[in-house]
């Protein structure tokens, strides 16, 4: 893949949110490596000690439901990129958003996966919002509601 393709695909800057890196890390790392990924796992027991069981598990239900449901091809950069693809922005927003705006985000994860219904990831996203969140690591990443889907479905 030539330069110039490889500056088109790596759109967004990483959020400056700690937390919002990790959770791009290990997407990236379970995608890469599949779900069991020890690089990933390490990365939540750094981040999580003790409690990182939870997190762990239910990012891993959102990934294998994402694999599952989706008919679309998910671009991922490589785990050590300093820029995020627009669908690991569009999978970032849709995790940090979709406790607060469950309607509106399931709409933009039907329009990534290219599916008309996508429940099973709605409610796995907000589990794992809901975890981080409880274990004092919530997520922020906002787009505008009336933004255009960063992730364009050919």
Do not use: K
Request: hydrophobic fraction near 50%; glycine fraction near 6%; include cysteine.
């Amino acid at each position: 893949m030539s330069e110039a393709a490889q500056e088109r695909m790596l759109l967004h800057p990483l959020p400056e949110s700690h937390n919002s890196r990790l959770l791009i890390y290990a997407m990236r790392r379970m995608a890469q490596g599949g779900l069991n990924d020890a690089f990933a796992a390490n990365a939540m027991l750094s981040l999580f000690g003790a409690r990182s069981r939870r997190p762990i598990l239910l990012l891993r239900a959102l990934m294998a439901e994402m694999a599952r449901s989706s008919n679309n091809h998910i671009i991922v950069a490589p785990s050590c990129c300093r820029m995020m693809t627009a669908a690991e922005g569009e999978m970032l927003m849709i995790v940090a958003s979709a406790q607060e705006r469950p309607r509106f985000i399931h709409g933009r994860i039907c329009n990534l996966l290219g599916v008309d219904h996508a429940l099973g990831v709605l409610s796995s996203a907000q589990a794992v919002a809901q975890a981080f969140g409880d274990l004092g690591r919530p997520l922020d990443y906002s787009v505008d509601a009336e933004a255009e889907p960063a992730f364009p479905i050919d």
